[in-house]
Protein backbone atom coordinates (compact mmCIF):
# COMPACT_ATOMS: atom_id res chain seq x y z
CA UNK A 1 0.00 0.00 0.00
CA UNK A 2 1.22 3.28 -0.93
CA UNK A 3 2.35 5.73 1.91
CA UNK A 4 0.57 8.60 2.92
CA UNK A 5 2.92 11.60 3.51
CA UNK A 6 2.68 15.08 3.92
CA UNK A 7 4.78 17.93 5.73
CA UNK A 8 3.74 21.16 7.64
CA UNK A 9 6.15 24.15 7.97
CA UNK A 10 5.11 26.08 11.35
CA UNK A 11 6.28 29.65 12.61
CA UNK A 12 5.32 27.95 16.32
CA UNK A 13 4.68 24.64 17.45
CA UNK A 14 3.50 23.67 20.80
CA UNK A 15 5.17 20.66 22.73
CA UNK A 16 5.26 19.34 26.59
CA UNK A 17 8.84 21.24 26.19
CA UNK A 18 7.54 24.88 25.63
CA UNK A 19 7.13 26.88 22.28
CA UNK A 20 9.50 26.05 19.21
CA UNK A 21 9.47 28.04 16.67
CA UNK A 22 10.10 27.46 12.57
CA UNK A 23 9.83 23.92 12.27
CA UNK A 24 9.42 21.69 9.88
CA UNK A 25 7.45 18.31 10.41
CA UNK A 26 7.24 15.10 7.97
CA UNK A 27 4.01 12.75 8.60
CA UNK A 28 4.04 9.70 7.56
CA UNK A 29 0.48 7.07 7.35
CA UNK A 30 -0.89 9.17 10.29
CA UNK A 31 2.58 9.37 12.68
CA UNK A 32 5.14 12.81 13.06
CA UNK A 33 8.34 11.07 11.62
CA UNK A 34 10.41 14.10 11.77
CA UNK A 35 10.13 17.48 13.48
CA UNK A 36 13.36 19.42 12.62
CA UNK A 37 14.32 23.21 13.44
CA UNK A 38 14.31 25.50 10.04
CA UNK A 39 17.62 27.45 9.74
CA UNK A 40 15.51 30.64 8.52
CA UNK A 41 12.23 32.17 7.69
CA UNK A 42 10.04 29.62 6.66
CA UNK A 43 8.53 31.64 3.88
CA UNK A 44 11.74 30.55 1.67
CA UNK A 45 11.49 28.10 -0.27
CA UNK A 46 15.50 27.16 -0.05
CA UNK A 47 16.50 26.19 2.95
CA UNK A 48 19.14 24.24 4.57
CA UNK A 49 17.89 20.55 4.70
CA UNK A 50 17.60 19.49 8.16
CA UNK A 51 19.16 16.30 6.86
CA UNK A 52 22.24 16.79 5.31
CA UNK A 53 24.06 19.94 3.92
CA UNK A 54 22.40 20.57 0.69
CA UNK A 55 20.33 23.22 -0.15
CA UNK A 56 17.26 21.97 -0.92
CA UNK A 57 13.55 22.24 -2.18
CA UNK A 58 11.67 21.67 1.49
CA UNK A 59 8.37 19.25 0.65
CA UNK A 60 6.05 21.44 2.51
CA UNK A 61 2.56 20.79 2.06
CA UNK A 62 1.49 23.75 3.69
CA UNK A 63 2.47 26.20 6.29
CA UNK A 64 0.94 27.17 9.35
CA UNK A 65 1.30 30.42 11.84
CA UNK A 66 0.33 28.55 15.74
CA UNK A 67 0.46 24.57 15.67
CA UNK A 68 -0.80 22.87 18.69
CA UNK A 69 -1.48 19.26 19.59
CA UNK A 70 -5.45 18.46 18.94
CA UNK A 71 -7.78 17.67 22.05
CA UNK A 72 -9.00 14.52 22.93
CA UNK A 73 -12.81 15.08 24.08
CA UNK A 74 -12.83 11.84 27.01
CA UNK A 75 -16.30 12.00 27.37
CA UNK A 76 -19.49 12.57 25.09
CA UNK A 77 -23.15 10.85 25.00
CA UNK A 78 -23.81 11.47 21.25
CA UNK A 79 -27.65 11.88 21.05
CA UNK A 80 -27.82 14.28 23.74
CA UNK A 81 -26.54 17.44 21.52
CA UNK A 82 -29.92 17.62 19.90
CA UNK A 83 -31.22 18.07 23.29
CA UNK A 84 -28.74 20.96 24.35
CA UNK A 85 -30.06 23.92 25.29
CA UNK A 86 -34.12 22.74 25.22
CA UNK A 87 -34.07 22.27 28.86
CA UNK A 88 -33.48 25.56 30.52
CA UNK A 89 -36.97 26.37 31.45
CA UNK A 90 -38.02 26.27 35.02
CA UNK A 91 -39.39 23.17 36.01
CA UNK A 92 -40.13 22.54 39.53
CA UNK A 93 -38.40 24.42 42.44
CA UNK A 94 -35.87 21.73 43.12
CA UNK A 95 -34.95 21.65 39.49
CA UNK A 96 -31.34 19.49 38.87
CA UNK A 97 -30.01 16.58 36.80
CA UNK A 98 -33.00 14.27 37.33
CA UNK A 99 -35.43 16.73 35.85
CA UNK A 100 -33.03 17.02 33.00
CA UNK A 101 -33.82 13.53 32.46
CA UNK A 102 -36.76 13.80 32.26
CA UNK A 103 -36.55 15.55 28.60
CA UNK A 104 -33.96 13.24 27.73
CA UNK A 105 -35.93 9.96 28.30
CA UNK A 106 -39.05 11.77 26.52
CA UNK A 107 -36.70 12.05 23.42
CA UNK A 108 -35.31 8.30 23.55
CA UNK A 109 -38.89 7.38 22.70
CA UNK A 110 -38.88 8.85 19.02
CA UNK A 111 -34.83 8.59 18.31
CA UNK A 112 -34.28 6.13 15.36
CA UNK A 113 -31.07 4.86 14.19
CA UNK A 114 -31.20 6.88 10.80
CA UNK A 115 -31.47 10.11 12.72
CA UNK A 116 -28.56 8.95 15.41
CA UNK A 117 -26.57 8.73 12.57
CA UNK A 118 -27.03 12.75 11.27
CA UNK A 119 -26.62 13.78 15.02
CA UNK A 120 -23.28 11.67 15.36
CA UNK A 121 -22.17 13.44 12.59
CA UNK A 122 -23.25 16.78 13.09
CA UNK A 123 -21.87 16.66 16.31
CA UNK A 124 -18.83 15.29 15.43
CA UNK A 125 -17.98 18.22 12.76
CA UNK A 126 -18.86 20.46 15.40
CA UNK A 127 -16.05 18.91 17.93
CA UNK A 128 -13.21 18.77 14.92
CA UNK A 129 -13.89 22.75 14.52
CA UNK A 130 -13.54 23.46 18.05
CA UNK A 131 -10.31 21.59 18.19
CA UNK A 132 -11.35 18.26 19.60
CA UNK A 133 -9.66 15.31 17.59
CA UNK A 134 -10.79 12.25 19.01
CA UNK A 135 -13.65 11.56 21.21
CA UNK A 136 -14.52 9.07 24.12
CA UNK A 137 -18.18 7.84 23.62
CA UNK A 138 -19.44 6.83 26.21
CA UNK A 139 -22.52 4.90 24.72
CA UNK A 140 -25.62 3.70 26.51
CA UNK A 141 -28.07 3.29 23.53
CA UNK A 142 -28.29 -0.08 22.83
CA UNK A 143 -32.22 -0.67 21.88
CA UNK A 144 -34.40 0.11 19.95
CA UNK A 145 -37.26 2.12 20.72
CA UNK A 146 -39.61 -0.33 22.64
CA UNK A 147 -36.43 -1.42 24.64
CA UNK A 148 -35.96 -4.40 22.27
CA UNK A 149 -32.45 -5.54 21.40
CA UNK A 150 -31.78 -4.97 17.02
CA UNK A 151 -31.15 -8.18 15.20
CA UNK A 152 -27.45 -6.69 15.37
CA UNK A 153 -27.16 -6.01 18.63
CA UNK A 154 -24.28 -3.65 18.07
CA UNK A 155 -25.93 -1.85 16.00
CA UNK A 156 -26.07 2.22 17.35
CA UNK A 157 -22.27 1.45 18.40
CA UNK A 158 -21.50 0.68 15.02
CA UNK A 159 -23.68 3.99 13.86
CA UNK A 160 -21.46 6.14 15.80
CA UNK A 161 -18.11 4.78 14.74
CA UNK A 162 -19.55 4.85 11.43
CA UNK A 163 -20.36 8.62 11.62
CA UNK A 164 -17.14 9.20 13.50
CA UNK A 165 -14.86 7.71 10.59
CA UNK A 166 -17.36 9.64 7.73
CA UNK A 167 -15.74 13.49 9.38
CA UNK A 168 -12.96 11.85 10.20
CA UNK A 169 -12.31 12.17 14.08
CA UNK A 170 -10.87 9.44 15.94
CA UNK A 171 -13.29 7.20 18.25
CA UNK A 172 -12.79 5.50 20.99
CA UNK A 173 -15.96 3.77 21.64
CA UNK A 174 -17.22 2.60 25.02
CA UNK A 175 -20.21 0.25 25.19
CA UNK A 176 -21.59 0.50 28.23
CA UNK A 177 -22.93 -2.09 30.60
CA UNK A 178 -26.39 -0.35 32.07
CA UNK A 179 -28.84 -3.08 34.16
CA UNK A 180 -30.07 -1.19 37.42
CA UNK A 181 -31.82 1.82 37.74
CA UNK A 182 -30.42 2.33 41.28
CA UNK A 183 -27.89 0.67 43.98
CA UNK A 184 -30.36 -1.90 45.61
CA UNK A 185 -30.62 -3.58 42.12
CA UNK A 186 -33.97 -1.85 41.76
CA UNK A 187 -35.40 -2.45 38.22
CA UNK A 188 -34.72 -0.58 35.18
CA UNK A 189 -38.12 1.79 33.90
CA UNK A 190 -39.63 1.47 31.40
CA UNK A 191 -38.34 4.26 29.90
CA UNK A 192 -34.85 3.19 30.52
CA UNK A 193 -34.90 0.05 28.84
CA UNK A 194 -33.25 1.14 25.72
CA UNK A 195 -30.25 1.03 27.80
CA UNK A 196 -30.26 -2.40 28.72
CA UNK A 197 -28.21 -5.14 27.75
CA UNK A 198 -27.47 -8.62 29.27
CA UNK A 199 -23.69 -9.75 30.56
CA UNK A 200 -23.76 -12.23 27.49
CA UNK A 201 -24.89 -9.73 25.00
CA UNK A 202 -22.90 -7.24 26.47
CA UNK A 203 -19.67 -9.32 25.93
CA UNK A 204 -20.59 -10.33 22.55
CA UNK A 205 -20.97 -6.36 21.55
CA UNK A 206 -17.75 -5.27 23.21
CA UNK A 207 -16.42 -8.55 21.54
CA UNK A 208 -17.94 -8.24 18.29
CA UNK A 209 -16.55 -4.51 17.96
CA UNK A 210 -13.22 -5.44 18.79
CA UNK A 211 -12.87 -7.77 15.82
CA UNK A 212 -14.49 -5.74 13.78
CA UNK A 213 -12.15 -2.89 14.25
CA UNK A 214 -9.13 -4.31 15.56
CA UNK A 215 -7.26 -2.96 12.54
CA UNK A 216 -8.52 0.56 12.39
CA UNK A 217 -5.72 2.97 13.91
CA UNK A 218 -9.02 5.67 14.27
CA UNK A 219 -10.64 3.24 16.42
CA UNK A 220 -10.35 1.76 19.81
CA UNK A 221 -12.79 -0.50 21.71
CA UNK A 222 -13.31 -0.38 25.22
CA UNK A 223 -16.02 -0.70 27.58
CA UNK A 224 -17.81 1.43 30.68
CA UNK A 225 -20.10 0.55 33.12
CA UNK A 226 -22.51 3.45 33.28
CA UNK A 227 -21.72 3.89 37.11
CA UNK A 228 -22.20 2.13 40.69
CA UNK A 229 -25.84 2.52 40.98
CA UNK A 230 -26.45 1.34 37.34
CA UNK A 231 -24.42 -1.84 37.85
CA UNK A 232 -23.98 -4.45 40.05
CA UNK A 233 -20.37 -4.48 41.22
CA UNK A 234 -19.67 -7.69 41.93
CA UNK A 235 -21.16 -8.53 38.67
CA UNK A 236 -18.61 -5.77 37.28
CA UNK A 237 -15.74 -7.53 39.26
CA UNK A 238 -16.27 -10.59 36.34
CA UNK A 239 -16.97 -8.75 33.40
CA UNK A 240 -13.83 -6.84 33.55
CA UNK A 241 -12.10 -10.01 33.73
CA UNK A 242 -13.30 -11.23 31.01
CA UNK A 243 -12.84 -8.31 29.10
CA UNK A 244 -9.46 -7.38 30.68
CA UNK A 245 -7.22 -6.32 28.00
CA UNK A 246 -5.32 -2.79 28.18
CA UNK A 247 -8.33 -0.77 26.73
CA UNK A 248 -9.61 1.98 28.33
CA UNK A 249 -12.57 1.34 30.91
CA UNK A 250 -14.72 4.34 31.94
CA UNK A 251 -16.89 5.00 34.73
CA UNK A 252 -19.09 7.62 35.86
CA UNK A 253 -18.57 8.25 39.48
CA UNK A 254 -19.80 11.04 42.33
CA UNK A 255 -21.08 13.14 39.81
CA UNK A 256 -24.43 13.33 42.19
CA UNK A 257 -24.85 14.03 45.93
CA UNK A 258 -27.33 11.73 46.06
CA UNK A 259 -25.82 8.90 44.51
CA UNK A 260 -22.82 9.24 46.92
CA UNK A 261 -25.28 9.42 50.10
CA UNK A 262 -27.46 6.42 48.86
CA UNK A 263 -23.82 4.55 47.73
CA UNK A 264 -23.25 4.79 51.74
CA UNK A 265 -26.34 4.18 53.28
CA UNK A 266 -26.12 0.78 50.73
CA UNK A 267 -22.10 0.44 51.06
CA UNK A 268 -21.13 2.02 54.51
CA UNK A 269 -18.58 3.18 51.75
CA UNK A 270 -18.12 6.00 49.39
CA UNK A 271 -18.47 5.48 46.08
CA UNK A 272 -14.95 5.98 44.70
CA UNK A 273 -13.91 4.10 47.90
CA UNK A 274 -15.77 1.28 47.10
CA UNK A 275 -14.94 1.01 43.20
CA UNK A 276 -10.76 0.94 44.34
CA UNK A 277 -11.40 -1.75 47.54
CA UNK A 278 -13.00 -4.26 44.82
CA UNK A 279 -11.34 -3.46 41.14
CA UNK A 280 -7.44 -2.77 40.73
CA UNK A 281 -8.19 0.60 39.27
CA UNK A 282 -4.88 1.40 37.10
CA UNK A 283 -3.89 3.82 34.12
CA UNK A 284 -6.65 2.45 31.73
CA UNK A 285 -9.47 3.41 33.71
CA UNK A 286 -11.38 7.27 33.67
CA UNK A 287 -13.26 8.13 36.18
CA UNK A 288 -15.77 10.70 34.94
CA UNK A 289 -16.42 13.77 36.76
CA UNK A 290 -15.93 12.33 40.37
CA UNK A 291 -17.26 16.08 41.33
CA UNK A 292 -18.27 14.72 45.08
CA UNK A 293 -15.01 13.04 46.09
CA UNK A 294 -13.06 13.51 49.70
CA UNK A 295 -9.57 14.18 50.17
CA UNK A 296 -9.18 10.31 51.01
CA UNK A 297 -10.48 9.59 47.43
CA UNK A 298 -8.52 12.71 45.81
CA UNK A 299 -5.38 10.58 46.92
CA UNK A 300 -6.84 7.24 45.89
CA UNK A 301 -7.05 8.56 42.33
CA UNK A 302 -4.07 10.28 41.88
CA UNK A 303 -2.29 7.55 42.85
CA UNK A 304 -3.45 4.96 40.88
CA UNK A 305 -2.64 7.14 37.46
CA UNK A 306 -6.24 6.75 36.42
CA UNK A 307 -7.45 9.34 34.73
CA UNK A 308 -10.17 11.88 36.28
CA UNK A 309 -13.03 13.30 33.23
CA UNK A 310 -13.91 16.93 33.90
CA UNK A 311 -16.71 18.59 32.16
CA UNK A 312 -17.50 21.51 33.60
CA UNK A 313 -19.62 23.21 31.30
CA UNK A 314 -22.21 20.20 31.55
CA UNK A 315 -21.58 19.80 35.49
CA UNK A 316 -21.86 23.43 35.60
CA UNK A 317 -25.31 23.23 33.57
CA UNK A 318 -26.76 20.17 35.74
CA UNK A 319 -26.03 22.26 38.68
CA UNK A 320 -23.62 19.37 39.82
CA UNK A 321 -20.99 21.23 41.74
CA UNK A 322 -16.94 21.92 42.27
CA UNK A 323 -14.32 18.75 40.92
CA UNK A 324 -11.53 19.42 43.89
CA UNK A 325 -8.93 20.26 41.51
CA UNK A 326 -6.81 22.21 44.22
CA UNK A 327 -6.43 18.84 46.14
CA UNK A 328 -5.68 16.62 42.76
CA UNK A 329 -3.34 18.67 41.17
CA UNK A 330 -1.34 19.04 44.27
CA UNK A 331 -1.17 15.16 44.07
CA UNK A 332 -0.50 15.39 40.41
CA UNK A 333 -3.57 13.85 39.25
CA UNK A 334 -3.67 12.93 35.69
CA UNK A 335 -7.28 14.19 34.32
CA UNK A 336 -8.76 15.54 30.54
CA UNK A 337 -11.91 17.06 29.65
CA UNK A 338 -15.68 16.31 28.27
CA UNK A 339 -18.24 18.04 26.73
CA UNK A 340 -20.20 15.31 28.31
CA UNK A 341 -23.95 17.08 27.17
CA UNK A 342 -22.96 18.61 24.31
CA UNK A 343 -24.07 22.18 26.05
CA UNK A 344 -20.98 23.67 25.05
CA UNK A 345 -18.31 21.80 22.25
CA UNK A 346 -15.38 24.31 22.90
CA UNK A 347 -12.41 22.96 24.88
CA UNK A 348 -11.51 26.78 25.51
CA UNK A 349 -14.44 27.06 27.31
CA UNK A 350 -14.34 23.46 29.08
CA UNK A 351 -10.35 24.85 30.37
CA UNK A 352 -11.27 28.40 31.21
CA UNK A 353 -14.12 27.88 33.67
CA UNK A 354 -11.84 24.78 35.44
CA UNK A 355 -9.87 27.81 36.28
CA UNK A 356 -12.81 30.27 37.15
CA UNK A 357 -13.96 27.80 39.15
CA UNK A 358 -11.46 27.12 41.58
CA UNK A 359 -10.26 30.99 41.14
CA UNK A 360 -14.05 31.64 42.35
CA UNK A 361 -13.47 29.17 45.34
CA UNK A 362 -10.49 29.85 46.51
CA UNK A 363 -10.38 33.32 45.92
CA UNK A 364 -6.91 33.28 44.18
CA UNK A 365 -5.71 33.99 40.77
CA UNK A 366 -3.68 31.85 38.26
CA UNK A 367 -4.66 28.31 40.63
CA UNK A 368 -2.98 25.53 37.57
CA UNK A 369 0.25 27.23 37.99
CA UNK A 370 3.14 27.59 39.78
CA UNK A 371 6.41 28.80 40.53
CA UNK A 372 7.87 26.48 38.01
CA UNK A 373 4.90 26.23 35.87
CA UNK A 374 3.88 29.98 35.18
CA UNK A 375 1.48 29.62 32.28
CA UNK A 376 -1.97 28.78 33.60
CA UNK A 377 -3.02 28.51 29.56
CA UNK A 378 -0.20 26.34 28.86
CA UNK A 379 -0.40 23.79 32.38
CA UNK A 380 -4.30 23.53 31.39
CA UNK A 381 -3.63 23.00 27.46
CA UNK A 382 -1.13 20.36 27.46
CA UNK A 383 -2.08 18.69 30.71
CA UNK A 384 -5.47 17.98 29.07
CA UNK A 385 -4.03 16.90 25.90
CA UNK A 386 -1.95 14.43 28.33
CA UNK A 387 -4.27 12.89 30.17
CA UNK A 388 -7.27 12.96 27.41
CA UNK A 389 -4.69 10.82 25.56
CA UNK A 390 -4.24 8.43 28.09
CA UNK A 391 -7.69 7.49 28.78
CA UNK A 392 -8.48 7.31 25.14
CA UNK A 393 -5.54 4.99 24.04
CA UNK A 394 -4.54 7.39 21.41
CA UNK A 395 -0.77 8.29 21.26
CA UNK A 396 -1.59 12.00 20.64
CA UNK A 397 -0.49 13.56 23.63
CA UNK A 398 2.35 15.96 22.43
CA UNK A 399 3.59 16.95 19.21
CA UNK A 400 6.55 14.78 18.85
CA UNK A 401 8.21 11.73 16.55
CA UNK A 402 5.83 8.96 17.50
CA UNK A 403 2.98 10.52 17.94
CA UNK A 404 -0.32 10.53 15.78
CA UNK A 405 -0.34 13.78 13.44
CA UNK A 406 -3.63 15.11 15.15
CA UNK A 407 -3.26 19.07 15.07
CA UNK A 408 -4.68 22.11 15.63
CA UNK A 409 -3.57 25.37 13.62
CA UNK A 410 -4.71 28.84 15.13
CA UNK A 411 -4.80 32.06 12.86
CA UNK A 412 -4.50 35.11 15.13
CA UNK A 413 -6.20 38.65 14.46
CA UNK A 414 -3.82 41.18 13.04
CA UNK A 415 -3.32 43.23 16.16
CA UNK A 416 -1.89 39.69 18.40
CA UNK A 417 1.22 39.44 16.12
CA UNK A 418 3.99 41.08 18.17
CA UNK A 419 2.67 38.94 21.17
CA UNK A 420 4.23 36.11 21.95
CA UNK A 421 3.08 32.73 21.64
CA UNK A 422 2.45 31.84 25.28
CA UNK A 423 0.66 35.19 25.31
CA UNK A 424 -1.15 34.40 22.43
CA UNK A 425 -2.48 31.30 24.07
CA UNK A 426 -3.30 32.64 26.80
CA UNK A 427 -5.61 35.39 24.89
CA UNK A 428 -6.98 32.19 23.26
CA UNK A 429 -7.88 30.79 26.20
CA UNK A 430 -8.70 33.51 28.60
CA UNK A 431 -10.26 36.16 25.78
CA UNK A 432 -10.95 35.20 22.43
CA UNK A 433 -14.03 36.32 21.15
CA UNK A 434 -14.45 34.19 18.14
CA UNK A 435 -13.10 30.81 16.80
CA UNK A 436 -9.33 30.77 16.06
CA UNK A 437 -8.91 27.92 14.72
CA UNK A 438 -8.18 27.53 11.22
CA UNK A 439 -7.45 24.15 10.31
CA UNK A 440 -7.81 20.52 12.25
CA UNK A 441 -5.60 17.63 11.27
CA UNK A 442 -6.39 13.85 12.31
CA UNK A 443 -4.11 11.07 11.82
CA UNK A 444 -2.15 13.72 9.09
CA UNK A 445 -5.27 14.49 6.94
CA UNK A 446 -6.70 18.12 7.59
CA UNK A 447 -10.01 17.61 8.21
CA UNK A 448 -11.28 20.89 8.57
CA UNK A 449 -9.43 23.75 6.10
CA UNK A 450 -10.43 27.21 6.82
CA UNK A 451 -12.67 26.44 9.03
CA UNK A 452 -14.95 24.13 6.37
CA UNK A 453 -16.16 20.55 6.57
CA UNK A 454 -16.55 18.77 3.43
CA UNK A 455 -20.03 17.26 5.29
CA UNK A 456 -21.30 20.94 6.22
CA UNK A 457 -23.55 21.39 3.62
CA UNK A 458 -25.14 18.20 3.82
CA UNK A 459 -25.25 18.18 7.41
CA UNK A 460 -27.12 21.38 7.47
CA UNK A 461 -29.92 20.59 6.05
CA UNK A 462 -30.33 16.75 7.33
CA UNK A 463 -29.69 17.88 11.06
CA UNK A 464 -32.31 21.08 10.83
CA UNK A 465 -35.23 18.32 10.29
CA UNK A 466 -33.93 16.02 13.37
CA UNK A 467 -34.48 18.77 15.12
CA UNK A 468 -37.61 19.73 14.07
CA UNK A 469 -38.45 16.57 15.00
CA UNK A 470 -37.78 16.82 18.52
CA UNK A 471 -39.26 20.13 18.61
CA UNK A 472 -42.79 18.78 17.82
CA UNK A 473 -42.38 15.70 19.78
CA UNK A 474 -40.93 16.56 23.40
ZN1 LIG B 1 -21.79 11.29 31.12
Known amino acids: ?67 IPGMPNMHSHGFQWALSGLAENYSRADDSFWSWRQLMYKFLQILQPEDLEIIAQALY ?24 PFQQKELLSITMIEAALKVGISICHLPVLYQYAGFNKQLLEKNQQRFFLSNNNFITVVENLRQQYQHHSMVNIGFAPHSLRAVDIENLVEIEQLL ?5 VHIHISEQK ?34 HTDENEIRLMANSDATVGLCIT ?21 WGIGSDSHISIDAVEELRWLEYG ?39 GDIAVGEKADFVSLTVPYCYQELTPEQILSK ?47
Open 314 to 334: TEANLGDGFFNMDSFSKSNGS
Open 244 to 248: ATDKP
Open 358 to 396: QRLQLKQRACYASENKKNTSQNLYLDAVKGGAKSLGFKQ
Open 1 to 67: MAMNKTSILANNILTTEGWLSDQLLTIEDGIITSISTLNSSPDSVEQQSPTNDLKTKIPADCKVNYL
Open 258 to 291: LEVDSCITHFKKRPVELLYEKLDIDHKWSLIHAT
Open 428 to 474: WIFSKRENWIESVMVSGCWVVKNKQHILDDFLRENYAKILNKILSNC
Open 125 to 148: VDMLKSGYTSVGEFHYLHNDCSGS
